[in-house]
């Protein structure tokens, strides 16, 4: 069963403006992981946040994560044509199958 | 280079034709895993494996085996391809499934006629 809920589901903005993508889920976790997709190719990973993280960056992406809310989000800042993608947050839960569990992603499109 | 290759990137078959997809990796990396991708539905994990001769059904199973023989190649094995198969399958693979970052391969575009 998929745990993350991404949302939104699309979105579109200009080049040089912010994106912020949010995830949800449902059980306690071990970390949570965003990957950035192309269209038809393989899943790229962007960034990892331990249970005990609140905040991470990595170049122009910042990740939080609130384990109160069970939620994490992704800002990608002064964004780019290249940007265009989906992007998945992916979750390890505490308990369970040894597996990443992933959303159903949001598609991002930057408009030049 | 570090990567996860799978051949074939396309295949057209037809009903009951068993196939096989090869994933290989060049990481040393102990967990494999297999995903189908399907519009509206995601990602959902088919199988996965820990190590050598360890593997263990994940989400959607029915209709494909896997082995792990050697560490490196994890192949996923159609033993009657049915029209609902059709998809695109990625072979992942990481250090351990816990903590570590999964290295995608390029995917495999299987069409079932």
């Known amino acids: 069963s998929q745990q993350g809920e991404e949302d939104p589901q699309a979105l579109s903005i200009q080049e040089g403006e912010n994106a912020t993508m949010n995830c949800s889920y449902k059980?306690?976790?071990?970390?949570l992981q965003w990957y950035r997709q192309n269209s038809g190719r393989g899943l790229v990973h962007l960034i990892l946040?331990?249970?005990?993280?609140r905040e991470k960056h990595s170049g122009r992406l910042r990740v939080t994560l609130d384990t109160s809310k069970k939620s994490s989000s992704l800002l990608i800042t002064a964004s780019r044509a290249a940007d265009t993608a989906s992007y998945f947050c992916?979750?390890?839960?505490?308990?369970?199958?040894?597996?990443?569990?992933f959303g159903q992603g949001t598609r991002l499109t930057i408009n030049p | 280079e570090a990567q996860v290759t799978q051949n074939p990137r396309y295949l057209i078959t037809v009903t009951g034709k068993k196939l096989t997809v090869t994933c290989s990796q060049n990481?040393?990396?102990?967990?494999m895993s297999w995903y189908r991708q399907d519009p509206g539905l995601g990602l959902r994990q088919i199988y996965y494996?820990?190590?050598?001769?360890?593997?263990d059904k994940g989400d959607v199973p029915e209709g494909y085996k896997v082995s792990r023989k050697e560490k490196r190649n994890f192949p996923l094995i159609l033993e009657s391809p049915s029209p609902n198969q059709t998809s695109l399958y990625f072979c992942?693979?990481?250090?351990?499934?816990?903590?570590?970052?999964?290295?995608f391969g390029p995917g495999t575009r299987l069409t079932v006629l």
């Open positions: 059980t306690s976790i071990n970390n």
């Open positions: 494996s820990m190590n050598v001769e360890v593997t």
């Open positions: 946040i331990r249970s005990n993280e």
């Open positions: 992916a979750t390890v839960p505490i308990q369970g199958a040894q597996k990443l569990v």
């Open positions: 990481m040393n990396h102990e967990y």
């Open positions: 992942a693979s990481s250090l351990g499934w816990r903590n570590n970052e999964q290295f």
